[in-house]
């Protein structure tokens, strides 16, 4: 069964660092597109960074030069580097991933994570 394993969330104060990562388990056929959202309290969930197979990245403006977003396609594992973490940061953030689960599927399907909180204080 696929799942999404979150893990390296905490609580830091203004100018910490933490890593996220997230790992596909249940030996999907492929991964594409993964992904982190986050969603504060009373607020939308998110995309604060995103990468695809080959390795191209991005990131949201309100994180850019902050936060940084890789992955390992051997480990099935997105990483999610954060610097400089400001208290409007805090959210529960959430691992999304595009994957085609069995070589035979027609089509591939929306994975998330159960979420992992970061929270940051002044």
């Known amino acids: 069964q696929v799942q999404l394993v979150e893990s390296g969330g905490g609580s830091v104060q203004t100018g910490g660092s933490l890593r996220l990562s997230c790992t596909v388990t249940g030996n999907p056929f492929s991964i594409n597109a993964m992904a982190w959202y986050r969603q504060a309290e009373g607020k939308e969930r998110e995309l604060v960074a995103d990468t695809t197979r080959s390795g191209r990245t991005s990131v949201a403006e309100s994180v850019k030069g902050r936060f940084t977003v890789s992955r390992d396609n051997a480990k099935n594992t997105v990483y999610m580097q954060m610097d400089t973490l400001k208290p409007e940061d805090t959210a529960s953030y959430y691992c999304?991933?595009?994957?085609?689960?069995?070589?035979?599927?027609?089509?591939?399907?929306?994975?998330w994570g159960q979420g992992t909180q970061v929270t940051v204080s002044s």
């Open positions: 999304f991933a595009n994957i085609w689960v069995e070589a035979s599927d027609s089509r591939s399907y929306d994975y």
